[in-house]
């Protein structure tokens, strides 16, 4: 036997391979260029008090999580009691950022739902979500004490996220200097 | 009751490919004619009880059956007759029901049109047809039947997708279907060949008709989807390089090569281990395509987890049919022996080169569009590969192709000498030159070099393959049978020249514009004004939508009205229906958008496409090449010669 | 559950409907920018569609921002490099030429390279062939013979 006969078969081998790996993926999630760098900064009203203003520096030399979250976003209720959960063990300040919704409607579901962020910011426009390359609502952000994004989580925050994930980074940033 | 007669007719199905599968392969092997007699009937009942399944679905469609979970997704009793019977396979569970039984309807055909083949050969054929049988009735028994009931039947089906309902649409999946699956009787011949180690010119004979056939209607599913995406998606565009387009049409390419490598190894006995590759590659990259699309490996709708089973049985599927017949393969390939000369300037180089590109320019779709899944299996980054990058290298690699249809067709088997074939194509060559050019500058509304490349290599295609006419056919041939696969040759090639004027002239010419207008305003395109006479509101069988009226003016004068509609499905989709006035030098193309503001004023994008038309013409001529060669007199002549003997044994 | 969207060839699926949105722009080049910018950047929440062909209201906020940017005068590195920050490779639809997309930009050119050197060597090969088997009458004579054998039969 003569082995180029056997090319073709060792490229569909190999071809076998990459398309068995393929379905243990999502192609469908976008994983964020911004990691590891400096979070995009904006200045925007606070969703309860908008003459306050709210800006990611002034959360400098604390480990924090901003959190984006809409009332239209049906996922973002699935989430929610992670996220209020997750606030309610006080290892982590959450920030909300409220992606092109009407502030009546979001501070209604958060009376409903409860408010898990030590402040939520309006974003109407999307523009900081945009620069936050947000594309789909939920979106979680980690971001460090220096004000570096460390780590993205796309889709609703699971309990597994949390404890595998989330934590376990957030512990390991408080330890960090800033 | 009737889908379980249906889910039944399926088991029973899988049992007669199971027979096909077995008995007359092991016959055909050990000699035992009884077991090879079981080929022709298995494959024949296995059609009957296909078609039951199917009539079951249909019915359960028709009659609005919402416990059958596939018809309560899909249908709703406000749905067209017409869509309720496409509806069938409208989505997954039904579209691979229409798969199996298509790939039935080959298998029967072959039990009917193969008399001339000797029997053990046929007997291998169908039981190779039944193993991919097995695996697709398997697959949908397991993974996706289509006759799953609910528990809690709903009052109200969902809908058919809004994309589907459309008379175009409606038969494009079978035409398509019928062209991948017809691969599977080439891909049998193959590897009955190499199982009976009779790998010669026959097996090329016998299979060239089925190859095509088959060829056809992937040529025409293909142009059919290509149309369709042109005037309801709404965006003028014919070609997206989508990777479900892309899965069509990499069989094509690897068909087309396989159409002209089987004719150097039918008329020369030449190339025979490559022509089975061939064979090989244009089925299982329609396997391979189906894979890509039901898996969700790269298109997925939802996180593949939803359903992880699915893309695993695929993936497991191709494994066993392509690695196998590959193996296979790399065992008897190396047992042919070639001794067939010919040299460098020969029809047989011509027609090599033709392969090569062919198969250099599926290879690269297909690495264009696994790269992204490459790079994310391997942890490197996410990137998208699309239409910039598929024109940047398809282009270029096709351009030679249209180059080498003149030579390839009048260079001479074996052996050809260069100042031959200059003398004979001296002319077209010239006359191309200045008619391209001359069209480029003076025929269009500006000169680009594309425009001229392009023109000239439509005319080089058109004056080369008229002269090889004048030179090689008499005008009375047309009718004589023996004659038509060069007549196919002729009409499919002229179909290349014609799809390159319209891609040129389309793609460099089109005019578009995103437009404001308030009624009774009007937007000028060239020679064309458009006025806008208002939209009103109107009501369709399952939607409601608003139908706008533009009057189109040609240098001042009235020429047509179109009819642009927005619709909004009540199952919650928006569709837009362009207005299209179709012509052979130009389309005008309106499409609706949204009301803008209180009086009465509508976005609407309007296009003017020129020689748009000819990128399908062009496609159904290569289309009709393909049937008139398939029905060569020569392929009929030894099928009735066999019946006779036959008949004359009895 | 029958999640599947689209059917085996079916090119589109999700939003296949976008808005028809009319914009002012300073010259025909920047509207023909704006053109090819928008049909080249990848709508990240679709299935497959670019900004141009899709209703997503991301796809709708990213051509608002493309078009505020043409009109700002950004060049076309500009308008990318600000995608390509927020969203990463993958809103390109014309990958980038870098390492990891070396192979796939010239991977074509490569193979038709090394299938026209294995063309070129099986030939010089096949034009040394010794003696056919079969010399070209005796195939033509054959061919002849399968080919009348029915008139004979016939008479």
């Not at chain 2, 209607?217 to 390089?241: H, P």
């Not at chain 3, 497959?48 to 940017?69: C, G, I, K, P, V």
């Not at chain 3, 014309?94 to 026209?116: K, N």
Request: charged share 15%; net charge positive.
């Amino acid at each position: 036997m003569k082995k180029r006969f056997l090319i073709p078969f060792g490229l569909f081998a190999i071809l076998v391979v990459f398309l068995g790996i393929g379905l243990t993926l999502d192609p469908r999630e976008v994983p964020s260029p911004l990691i590891d760098k400096t979070a995009p900064t904006f200045e925007l009203p606070t969703l309860h008090n908008p003459a306050a203003t709210f800006t990611p520096q002034d959360m400098r030399g604390k480990v924090w999580l901003l959190n984006v979250w809409a009332s239209w976003c049906t996922s973002c209720r699935a989430e929610h009691l992670v996220i209020t959960d997750l606030a309610n063990t006080g290892e982590v300040a959450i920030i909300g950022l409220n992606y092109k919704d009407q502030p009546r409607d979001a501070i209604n579901w958060l009376d409903k739902l409860g408010n898990p962020y030590i402040a939520s910011v309006s974003d109407r426009q999307g523009r900081a979500g945009l620069d936050w390359g947000v594309y789909g609502v939920p979106e979680t952000f980690l971001i460090d004490k220096k004000g570096v994004i460390r780590y993205k989580h796309i889709g609703p925050v699971t309990r597994e996220a949390v404890a595998e994930k989330i934590l376990p980074l957030v512990r390991q940033l408080k330890g960090e200097a800033s | 009751m009737i889908p379980e007669i249906g889910h039944m007719a399926l088991i029973l199905a899988l049992s007669m490919a199971l027979l096909q599968a077995t008995l007359p392969v092991i016959g055909a092997h050990r000699g035992i004619s009884s077991w090879i007699a079981v080929a022709k009937p298995a494959a024949q009942a296995q059609l009957l009880f296909m078609t039951i399944a199917f009539a079951c679905l249909t019915y359960a469609f028709l009659v609005h059956d919402f416990s059958v979970q596939y018809v309560a997704a899909n249908s709703n009793t406000a749905l067209p007759t017409l869509y309720l019977i496409s509806g069938v396979w409208g989505a997954h569970e039904g579209s691979l029901l229409l798969w199996a039984l298509t790939l039935s309807i080959w298998t029967t055909a072959v039990t009917l049109f193969s008399r001339s083949v000797p029997a053990a050969m046929v007997a291998r054929v169908i039981g190779v047809m039944g193993m991919i049988s097995v695996g697709f009735i398997l697959f949908m028994l397991f993974t996706s039947n289509p006759f799953e009931r609910l528990p809690m039947p709903p009052m109200e089906g969902r809908d058919l997708n809004p994309l589907l309902q459309d008379p175009g649409l409606a038969i494009h999946p079978p035409m398509l279907y019928m062209g991948y699956v017809g691969f599977s009787v080439a891909f049998a011949f193959a590897i009955a060949a190499m199982l009976s180690s009779r790998l010669d010119a026959a097996w090329a004979r016998w299979s060239r008709p089925w190859t095509n056939i088959a060829w056809v209607f992937l040529t025409l599913g293909i142009v059919l989807g290509s149309w369709w995406a042109y005037y309801e998606l709404g965006w003028g565009g014919w070609w997206f390089w989508d990777p479900v387009e892309n899965a069509s049409f990499m069989p094509w390419l690897i068909g087309t090569a396989l159409l002209h490598s089987l004719a150097v190894t039918e008329k020369r006995g030449a190339f025979k281990a490559w022509t089975v590759l061939l064979a090989i590659f244009a089925f299982s990259l329609s396997l391979l395509g189906t894979f890509l699309v039901r898996s969700g490996v790269l298109t997925s709708v939802h996180a593949f987890a939803t359903d992880p089973g699915r893309g695993i049985f695929i993936l497991i599927f191709l494994g066993v049919v392509i690695g196998g017949s590959l193996l296979l393969y790399s065992l008897r390939a190396s047992e042919i022996r070639s001794t067939v000369r010919f040299n460098l300037l020969s029809r047989e180089t011509g027609l090599l080169l033709n392969n090569v590109l062919l198969v250099v320019a599926a290879a690269s779709i297909l690495l264009g569009t696994l790269y992204p899944l490459i790079l994310d299996a391997l942890g490197v980054g996410k990137i998208s590969v699309g239409p910039p990058y598929f024109n940047n290298v398809f282009i270029p690699l096709t351009l030679p192709l249209a180059v080498l249809v003149g030579f390839g067709a009048f260079a001479r088997w074996r052996q050809d000498s260069a100042a031959t074939l200059l003398r004979q194509l001296r002319l077209p060559l010239v006359a191309s030159l200045f008619a391209g050019m001359a069209y480029a500058i003076w025929l269009t509304p500006y000169f680009t070099w594309g425009a001229a490349l392009g023109m000239v290599l439509a005319f080089w295609v058109l004056l080369s393959t008229m002269s090889w006419v004048k030179a090689h056919m008499k005008p009375g041939e047309l009718l004589n049978g023996a004659s038509r696969g060069r007549w196919g040759m002729v009409v499919g090639h002229l179909g290349i020249a014609v799809f390159v004027v319209g891609i040129t002239l389309t793609s460099i010419y089109s005019s578009e514009k995103d437009i404001r207008l308030e009624r009774g305003q009007s937007y000028s395109m060239g020679d064309f004004t458009f006025t806008f006479e208002g939209a009103s509101a109107f009501t369709g069988p399952n939607y409601d939508g608003y139908r706008g009226l533009v009057a189109v003016a040609e240098k001042g004068e009235a020429l047509t009205t179109l009819h642009p509609e927005k619709r909004n499905y009540r199952s919650g989709m928006p569709m837009t229906e362009a207005g299209i006035d179709a012509g052979l030098t130009r389309d005008l193309f309106v499409a609706l958008g949204e009301p803008l503001g209180q009086e009465g004023a509508w976005s609407l994008r309007i296009y003017h496409k020129p020689f748009v038309r000819w990128i399908w013409l062009g496609g159904l001529l290569m289309a009709l090449g393909g049937l008139l060669a398939a029905s060569d007199r020569r392929y009929f002549r030894l099928a009735k010669k066999a019946r006779k003997t036959m008949e004359q044994g009895a | 559950m029958i999640r599947w969207f689209c059917v085996l060839l079916i090119i589109f699926s999700s939003t296949l409907y976008a808005r028809i949105e009319t914009h002012v722009f300073n010259s025909p080049e920047d509207e023909a920018h704006y053109q090819t910018l928008i049909e080249e950047l990848r709508c990240l929440v679709c299935q497959n569609q670019n900004l141009a062909d899709s209703n997503a209201e991301l796809a709708q906020d990213l051509r608002r921002q493309t078009y505020e940017m043409v009109q700002a005068g950004k060049s076309h590195k500009e308008i990318v490099a600000y995608m390509v920050q927020r969203y990463g490779d993958f809103v390109l639809y014309r990958p980038p030429f870098r390492p990891a997309t070396v192979l796939l930009w010239l991977g074509p050119f490569a193979i038709l390279g090394i299938g026209v050197i294995v063309l070129l060597t099986f030939i010089r090969r096949r034009a040394r062939e010794p003696s056919p088997a079969l010399s070209p009458e005796e195939i033509a004579r054959a061919e002849h013979l399968l080919n009348h054998t029915e008139e004979k039969n016939r008479s």
